[in-house]
């Protein structure tokens, strides 16, 4: 079985400019997180799917940021337009419905914001 | 709201000597605890995790923890550290959510076993 998948594994973009990360889940798992590490920070939560709906976007940073899951499947983040501070790596999660299950991550997008 | 806090942002071992990771949390409500482990180039992976129950936590790779309530610490610990074991792994709490997924996870600590 696939586990979670983030693509580009790697984006540098200018400021000013749009970057879409996109994150495929385990197949079947409705409930999907985004969360993003600034260098030297914590991983912090950014926002919770179930299915297509945003749960929880309680960690979303600003406007700059949308985060879409069109179908229940793979979700995208856009940033939009990307600033200095949006440098960090982009983690994305998945878990099954249903109670207290574990979430499995992906292995990250690094953003780099020149 | 809950904090997680994790004591040496690095630490440095032998192979074949004790492996200990601190993590103290704070929660407004009992906690469910976790530890990740981050290898190179990989994502979080599991270690362990605490939810109800008997408070010693046996994981993969002969790791444990220890949830202690009245000390609110959730440390890591290995008897015997191996090379394979380097890595940075992060402790995380469940910040009350429907499910275990929305975490708040500790500055992460990064392991160095030396041979």
């Known amino acids: 079985e696939a586990g979670v998948t983030q693509f580009p594994s790697h984006s540098v973009i200018e400021k000013g400019q749009t970057v879409t990360l996109r994150c495929d889940p385990i197949?079947?798992?409705?409930?999907l997180y985004w969360y993003r590490r600034v260098m030297g920070k914590e991983i912090k939560f950014l926002l919770h799917f179930v299915k297509e709906s945003k749960q929880d976007e309680s960690g979303m940073p600003n406007n700059r940021f949308l985060a879409e899951r069109t179908g229940g499947t793979y979700s995208t983040l856009k940033v939009q337009p990307a600033e200095l501070e949006d440098s960090g790596v982009y983690f994305c999660?998945?878990?099954?419905?249903?109670?207290?299950?574990?979430?499995?991550f992906g292995q990250g997008t690094r953003l780099t914001v020149v | 709201a809950q904090s997680v806090t994790q004591l040496g942002s690095h630490v440095s071992v032998s192979e074949g000597a004790l492996v200990l990771l601190r993590c103290n949390y704070s929660s407004s409500v009992p906690p469910y605890l976790f530890w990740y482990v981050q290898y190179p180039n990989q994502g979080l992976q599991l270690l362990l995790k605490y939810t109800t129950g008997a408070t010693l936590v046996k994981g993969i790779n002969g790791f444990e923890a220890e949830f202690k309530k009245s000390e609110t610490s959730f440390h890591l610990t290995k008897p015997s550290a191996h090379m394979s074991d380097a890595a940075e792994y992060f402790c995380a709490v469940n910040a009350g959510g429907t499910s275990y997924g929305k975490l708040t996870f500790g500055q992460g600590t990064i392991l160095t076993v030396h041979p």
């Open positions: 999660a998945s878990s099954q419905e249903g109670g207290y299950t574990e979430a499995f």
């Open positions: 197949s079947g798992h409705d409930n």
